[in-house]
């Protein structure tokens, strides 16, 4: 899977989206980092143009309950419907629903394992593979819990 | 179906130009099956090569602005090496090219080298010439970082820009065989440190002593010192008139490479050499003859 790992925003702790990019490509993937402090629409023109299977959003700053649906509402803009969206950061466990229902697919917290983000990724290519929805534009509820 | 990715790729559509050249970077689609012919290497296709950390992506991110800011469409294709062990790849180049994510005139596109021989996929080439017909005026290809002897990428490019920076060891590594004898031009760039008049004097006394010596081009992606001479001199620059047979030799490599690397039973000879059955020289010897 082609992987983009963005940090959108103001938010210049980027460990955890480094270990992540880390864990992703020690499990076979292809990983586009774009950096810090990316716009919306820098994190959409890098999907596009590096044709994307996956992007993964990394907050730390608070303003993930602006950020991440701007970027979900984006790549349907530019017809990246079929691209998985996930995230993670601090995000309180109240404020999900709102990602869930902006076409997000998972988000992950403090603690969690690095295998756990492969078996992720390993179900969205099950999903995609039997034309389940999986993409951010693609409808339908599922979101990953851990233990699938 | 690729046709008319193609079509719509020449057309501006971003998102099927970047679906087409998965297609390319996969195998799924060739040169006869786009219709393309082999294009003319008319010095459009610049690989730009270098040690780790010399500067290369900065580099490429001054010439990006310069050239787009004269009209120029450019497009980059930036490889980083695979995980020989898991074949996962981390791709930051983009993160230092800053006119990726917001120049409509620029298209960067990362390609992971998933262990191709010397570090350069095959499908660059035709990744290369697909950009060339979607309107891109100039193909920048950064290579992974390489020491002295990586030359591989001479068989994808027009042209061969070496980027140097100073502090590099002594006057002797510029006097060793290797890459700076194929290149076309040489950059010694972070020109705002200490050593680097020093260094690139050292390049330049050590190939006057060959016929048709490279310009040598002093440059600071950091304060931008030397980049519009920089992009100037690339529109014009001409090939090195006697790497001919070198570059045909890479060429070569390169197809005999990928031949025997897209063999049917190649994972089962790669067990076989893995399970010490029989050595690498044996294989060849006993499979490879004609």
Redesign the interface.
């Known amino acids: 899977m082609?992987i983009v790992i963005a940090k959108p925003g103001l938010d210049g702790h980027d460990r955890g989206a480094k270990v992540v990019?880390?864990a992703?490509?020690?499990?076979?993937?292809?990983?586009?980092?774009?950096?810090l402090r990316?716009t919306p629409?820098?994190?959409v023109?890098?999907v596009?143009?590096?044709?994307a299977d996956m992007l993964g959003l990394s907050s730390l700053s608070g303003a993930h309950a602006f950020l991440f649906p701007r970027v979900c509402q984006l790549l349907v803009e530019?017809?990246?419907t079929d691209v998985t969206v996930f995230g993670g950061g601090i995000i309180p466990l109240d404020e999900r629903s709102l990602l869930f229902d902006s076409g997000m697919r998972a988000i992950f917290g403090p603690g969690t394992k690095m295998h756990e983000m492969s078996e992720f990724v390993d179900a969205v290519i099950s999903r995609s593979s039997s034309n389940q929805p999986v993409g951010v534009g693609e409808g339908g509820d599922w979101v990953w819990s851990s233990g699938e | 179906m690729p046709k008319s990715l193609l079509e719509q790729a020449i057309s501006g559509n971003?998102?099927s130009l970047?679906?087409l050249?998965?297609a390319v970077e996969n195998g799924e689609v060739s040169r006869d099956s786009l219709k393309l012919s082999t294009r003319v290497a008319d010095g459009s296709v610049i690989g730009v090569t270098g040690a780790p950390g010399v500067g290369k992506s900065c580099l490429i991110e001054r010439l990006l602005s310069t050239w787009t800011s004269n009209g120029l469409k450019v497009a980059v294709i930036a490889v980083d090496p695979?995980?020989p062990l898991?074949?996962?790849?981390?791709?930051?180049d983009?993160?230092?090219m800053e006119s990726?994510?917001?120049n409509p005139n620029v298209?960067?596109?990362?390609f992971?080298a998933r262990n191709q021989p010397g570090g350069m996929p095959n499908a660059v080439v035709l990744a290369a010439d697909v950009m060339r017909n979607c309107g891109y005026d100039i193909v920048l290809i950064e290579t992974v970082g390489s020491g002295q002897s990586e030359i591989r990428v001479v068989s994808v490019a027009d042209r061969i820009v070496l980027v140097e920076a100073p502090l590099r060891g002594d006057e002797v590594q510029a006097e060793k065989a290797g890459v700076m004898e194929l290149a076309d031009m040489i950059v010694v760039n972070k020109s705002d440190l200490d050593g680097s008049e020093r260094a690139a004097a050292n390049i330049i006394s050590s190939l006057e002593l060959t016929n048709n010596p490279p310009p040598v081009l002093l440059t600071s992606a950091k304060n931008s010192a030397g980049i519009d001479d920089l992009a100037t001199q690339l529109r014009t620059l001409r090939a090195k008139p006697d790497a001919e047979l070198a570059r045909a030799r890479e060429r070569l490599l390169t197809a005999w490479d990928n031949a025997l690397l897209s063999r049917e039973d190649i994972d089962g000879v790669l067990d076989g050499l893995a399970g010490s059955e029989n050595s690498a020289q044996e294989w060849v010897d006993k499979n490879l003859r004609w």
């Open positions: 082609r990019a880390r992703l490509r020690d499990a076979g993937h292809e990983v586009i980092y774009t950096g990316r629409e820098q994190i023109r890098t596009l143009d590096e044709d530019a017809g990246c | 971003r998102r970047a679906k050249l998965t695979s995980s898991t074949g996962g790849a981390l791709l930051g983009r993160v230092r990726a994510d917001d298209f960067v596109r990362s992971a």
